[in-house]
């Protein structure tokens, strides 16, 4: 790898933004590829990078290896409802790093999630100060417009791959035409997952984590005209 690769690289990892080495396996040659490209190598390196996997490809008449080098994932969960709690224990076993914000001291505690990143600061003031990320996915879990609606405006104005809010259609409804007056558009507004997760028939706490997850897995492995199709 050559110097001033290994230094965008390590630069890229700095920022929280994910990159992938295309290496051709003739003559050594290395390209850095971010996403957003729109010829045969970068979208082989896009597919590469969702899938977060190595893997060798051909394209543009070559060889390349591509090497992922993607920031970690991160589950997001604001509000520390009963469904936080499986919510954060499946995330952490599909490797996410996982932190609950909740101003509620009382409902987000240790004992009810432990290993589990806790802030009790307001979700404003929260993802202030850790922003969002692409390799970030909020689910607003409360149903409290003082909690959930400053997460999910924060979460619009951020690259986050996913955001996801609790509640029934008419609590949605109600949800977007505050945003709405917030200044968002229908575009924007329509990257909010609600109700959330994937239409299962989940009735248990587990279950709701459960299908909230596929939907997340959805949306991080899929290309995203799919997801949108899917919508």
């Not at 050559?2 to 920022?15: D, M, Q, S, W, Y």
């Not at 850095?32 to 979208?43: H, T």
Request: proline share 7%; hydrophobic share 45%.
């Amino acid at each position: 790898m050559h110097l001033a690769t290994l230094k965008a690289i390590n630069e890229a990892r700095r920022e929280g933004r994910g990159v992938v080495l295309a290496t051709d396996l003739n003559n050594g040659d290395e390209r850095l590829i971010a996403p957003g490209g729109v010829d045969a190598l970068a979208d082989a390196a896009a597919k590469a990078a969702r899938a977060d996997q190595s893997m060798t490809v051909d394209a543009e008449g070559r060889r390349w290896f591509l090497s992922i080098f993607n920031p970690p994932l991160e589950l997001v969960v604001v509000g520390a409802a009963h469904i936080a709690q499986p919510l954060t224990q499946i995330g952490m076993l599909m490797e996410y790093r996982v932190r609950v914000i909740d101003p509620r001291v009382s409902f987000a505690t240790p004992a009810r999630f432990p290993g589990v990143a806790l802030s009790h600061d307001w979700p404003d003031e929260a993802l202030a100060k850790q922003p969002l990320g692409p390799r970030s996915a909020l689910a607003a879990l409360t149903h409290d417009p003082k909690i959930d609606d400053p997460a999910l405006a924060a979460a619009l104005n951020s690259g986050c791959f996913y955001v996801g809010a609790l509640g029934s259609r008419k609590t949605h409804a109600a949800r977007l035409e505050r945003l709405r007056a917030q200044g968002f558009d229908d575009t924007m507004l329509a990257r909010i997952k609600g109700p959330i997760g994937l239409a299962i028939g989940a009735k248990s706490p587990a279950e709701i984590a459960v299908a909230i997850l596929a939907e997340i897995t959805a949306a991080l492995r899929q290309p995203p005209e799919a997801v949108r199709r899917e919508a």
